[in-house]
């Protein structure tokens, strides 16, 4: 995990512009921390209520192993975390049918299977946010954990999923 922290540190200062935190890096910041969060409750079984504690506590906006995680808007944050959650069980078929046939979701490493649950969380229900700008976002989180053949699948499936619920967004082109 250390070494996936150390790469999701250096895909936040990708957003960053010259110190400069505009919203959009914080929301980025937000699904970035809301991935590690999924991934963490998947792999550790952490229970919702301590994640946010100690993402909002240690990680948010803090300097870790040397590294400077950027401020998060902590209500998306909070938002898509307990979302994907709640949600989950309505999410998973969803991507299971968009992944190719004979890998299903469980099958997925857990750090994609968290980016795909909160594209999808999102894509859902986050409608103040442009469908394309939230597949490009996940594909860049996904980037900060997996080479590049994986976040293409991440973009696939999330693309698949974004004309289910934003048909009218990818029908105009």
């Known amino acids: 995990m250390a070494e996936r922290k150390d790469k999701a540190a250096k895909g936040q200062q990708k957003g960053q512009q010259k110190g400069h935190e505009k919203k959009a890096n ?6 970035l921390a809301a991935v590690q969060a999924l991934y963490q409750m998947d792999i550790a079984g952490a229970g919702m209520n301590d994640v946010f504690a100690e993402f909002e506590g240690h990680w948010i906006g ?42 299903p979701l469980k099958r997925i490493d857990a750090i994609l299977r968290a980016v795909l649950r909160a594209g999808s969380y999102e894509l859902e229900h986050r409608k103040d946010v442009p469908g394309r700008v939230v597949v490009s976002e996940y594909v860049d989180v996904a980037h900060a954990f997996v080479e590049k053949d994986e976040t293409g699948m991440v973009n696939a499936v999330l693309d698949q999923i974004a004309r289910q619920f934003r048909a009218d967004e990818f029908s105009r082109g």
């Open 62 to 103: 803090n300097e870790v192993e040397g590294e400077k995680y950027l401020p998060a808007e902590a209500a998306f944050f909070r938002d898509v975390v307990s979302g994907v959650v709640r949600d989950q069980a309505k999410l998973d078929p969803l991507i299971d049918d968009a992944l190719q046939k004979g890998w």
């Open 26 to 31: 914080r929301r980025g910041a937000a699904r």
